[in-house]
């Protein structure tokens, strides 16, 4: 191998700066105090840079600048080179080398509702591992060498992967304070299973029987169920909170509401339905240190999540 030190034929950092602040504003004033320099520095840099290259790169009229033919190809070439270096820069400043990365793609309502609660005692027993949460949108299509662990609904299925249950999915009908009080004015016990049928109903678009199926859990009558409808679990959610309605909703999304007095529940207890939420990671992941340690981790918090919801 050769020990001859190859020069690199690059500019200075500060004159390619200096020339694409130049090239935005097509003023070396304004280019100046962006950069926090003189005008004479950022004038200086670009005819150092045009000395470099041997071409002028800007026409200078009295005060005002025109970019040459030369100096547009170049900006069009070194723009790219100066947002890659930038990028660069900025993985590595938040890149921890001595951290193993645990990637997690989640259903948003679930991370937001239930997952990011707990994630905060997960990071604090183990500093060892940068976490990295995604959006779960369709677990077949989840790329298992970008992640090492979904949380998903039972329907969905991730392909050559390890499953775990959770949870079993149990539901509730909610509405908020103000709307209860609007309805009827009695005693938060007085209320009955029945009395649902005085509230304008809320739905999820994608569980069209989740009225029908919790009417006949409670031994009502199914009826009329007209009313607004949402595609996505917190965009129910918060139109219960907003008193638009009566909504079943997971009590596991609910439980946060509930608790804080966002939400109440008056019409019986939650009932159990044939859906459950999983935990997933691929057959080539399962003995990796961060996804062994999260699982059974997360695992040991859904007994805590089964007695919340019973």
């Given at each position: ?232 679990f917190h965009m129910l959610l918060e139109a219960a909170k907003n008193s638009m309605g009566i909504a079943i909703m997971p009590t596991i999304l609910a439980e946060r509401s509930l608790q ?51």
């Amino acid at each position: 191998m050769s020990n001859v030190t190859m020069r690199r034929y690059i500019p200075s950092s500060t004159a390619l700066k200096c020339f694409e602040a130049s090239v935005r504003h097509l003023s070396f004033t304004k280019a100046a105090e962006e950069l926090h320099l003189t005008q004479s520095a950022v004038s200086r840099q670009i005819r150092n840079l045009e000395e470099f290259l041997s071409r002028d790169l800007f026409i200078r009229l009295n005060k005002r600048l025109v970019l040459t033919g030369t100096g547009a190809a170049y900006y069009k070439e070194v723009v790219p080179l100066l947002d890659g270096m930038e990028n660069a820069c900025l993985r590595m400043l938040h890149r921890e080398d001595e951290k193993t990365t645990l990637a997690i793609s989640a259903l948003p309502t679930l991370a937001s509702y239930w997952l990011m609660p707990l994630l905060a005692e997960f990071q604090t027993a183990h500093p060892q591992f940068q976490i990295k949460v995604r959006s779960l949108d369709d677990a077949a299509k989840i790329d298992p060498e970008s992640i090492d662990i979904i949380l998903h609904y039972g329907g969905d299925h991730w392909p050559r992967a390890i499953s775990h249950q959770l949870m079993k999915e149990t539901v509730i009908a909610v509405c908020s304070p103000d709307l209860l009080a609007r309805i009827g004015d009695k005693p938060f016990d007085a209320w009955k299973v029945e009395d649902v049928t005085s509230f304008p109903f809320l739905h999820l678009s994608s569980r069209i029987n989740a009225w029908p199926d919790w009417m006949v859990a409670q031994g009502l009558e199914s009826g009329s169920f007209a009313g607004a409808s949402f595609a996505h679990f917190h965009m129910l959610l918060e139109a219960a909170k907003n008193s638009m309605g009566i909504a079943i909703m997971p009590t596991i999304l609910a439980e946060r509401s509930l608790q804080n007095g966002e939400l109440v529940a008056p019409f019986g207890k939650a009932v159990s339905t044939p859906h459950e939420y999983l935990l997933s990671y691929p057959m080539d992941k399962s003995d990796l240190e961060q996804v062994v340690i999260f699982r059974d981790w997360l695992l040991s918090k859904r007994n805590v999540a089964t007695s919340c919801h019973s």
